[in-house]
């Protein structure tokens, strides 16, 4: 379903970021996830819905019996793994999943890279120095985006 989604998560710099499992749990949310809306049932491109028990099976290999230790502990996993794609910016949260058997919607963001929040004229100077290139206007560096 989302081909154009996973292709742009393969992006060597999200390898950078992420753990192998983190990785792969990015891969199979943007594997999941459409890559153009549905006007069938109104979902938007790239939403992510079919819950943490698929990435459990993804990430770990195996879905543990609901109640038990290896479930709570998977479990724990997938949000740790969630929380980091959160963080780096690849995935956004839509509406929380609060409760036993209601869904997390999550947007997956592959085409996002992570932001060098340093002062534009700051990042200009560095690209300046950089000697192994020519030199860089700070206007074209500051009004380029990666995507």
Not at 4 to 26: D, I, K, M, S, Y
Not at 95 to 121: F, T
Request: charged share 20%; with cysteine.
């Amino acid at each position: 379903m989302g081909a154009r989604l996973v292709g742009a998560a393969l992006n060597p710099h999200w390898t950078q970021l992420l753990t192998a499992e983190e990785h792969r749990v990015f891969l199979a949310m943007c594997h999941t996830a459409s890559d153009i809306p549905t006007l069938r049932n109104g979902q938007t491109a790239g939403l992510y819905w079919a819950g943490h028990d698929a990435l459990m099976i993804v990430a770990l290999g195996d879905l543990p019996g609901r109640d038990t230790v290896a479930y709570r502990t998977a479990a724990r996993r997938i949000r740790r793994y969630i929380a980091r794609l959160v963080a780096v910016g690849a995935v956004e949260l839509i509406a929380g999943g609060q409760g036993r058997g209601r869904r997390a919607y999550y947007r997956v963001r592959p085409g996002l890279m992570a932001v060098d929040n340093r002062p534009p004229a700051e990042i200009a100077e560095l690209l300046k120095e950089d000697i192994s290139g020519p030199l860089l206007d700070a206007e074209k560096v500051t009004s380029q985006a990666p995507f």
